[in-house]
């Protein structure tokens, strides 16, 4: 009689098993990651999209009540008054001024998100807005102001 005998109520998984199970678990995971990052991508948009509608203009605003001019309004002024000094995607912006017009350089962190943001910019409600364009991973803004 063999040392190794298999009792009647031996327990446990078969190494099949196991590979059955991790396999489905992978791919359980890629299909997570795959909409985590689509998540991701989206919320990013929506905040550079709501900076540039909404936080932009107020500070833009604010810094003419005070120099009652837009050409002291560059970056430094600007993150005086409130606005963060990076993009969501955690990269520098850039700004120039022509008279009243604003041009802000947004890069993203890939293609798809300044598509996405130009889209999302250039069908905004918001009168200030002139043109938005995408160019590989940035966005460029031309934004009028009153």
């Not at 396999?23 to 999209?49: C, K, P």
């Not at 798809?112 to 940035?138: C, F, G, P, Q, Y």
Request: glycine share 4%; with cysteine.
């Amino acid at each position: 009689m063999s040392k190794y005998r298999r009792t009647k109520y031996q327990s446990g998984f078969t190494l099949v098993e196991l590979m059955i199970v991790v396999a489905v678990l992978g791919i359980l995971a890629s299909l997570g990651l795959r909409g985590y990052q689509s998540w991701i991508r989206t919320t990013n948009v929506d905040v550079a999209s709501y900076f540039v509608e909404r936080d932009f203009f107020s500070a833009a605003s604010q810094c003419y009540r005070m120099n009652r001019s837009y050409s002291q309004c560059n970056k430094t002024e600007l993150v005086t008054f409130g606005l963060d000094d990076k993009t969501p995607w955690d990269l520098d912006w850039t700004v120039s001024i022509s008279g009243n017009t604003f041009t802000l350089n947004l890069p993203t962190s890939d293609s798809v998100s300044a598509e996405m943001l130009a889209k999302r910019l250039n069908s905004s409600d918001v009168d200030h807005i002139s043109n938005a364009t995408n160019s590989s991973s940035a966005v460029t803004i031309a934004l009028a102001m009153p």
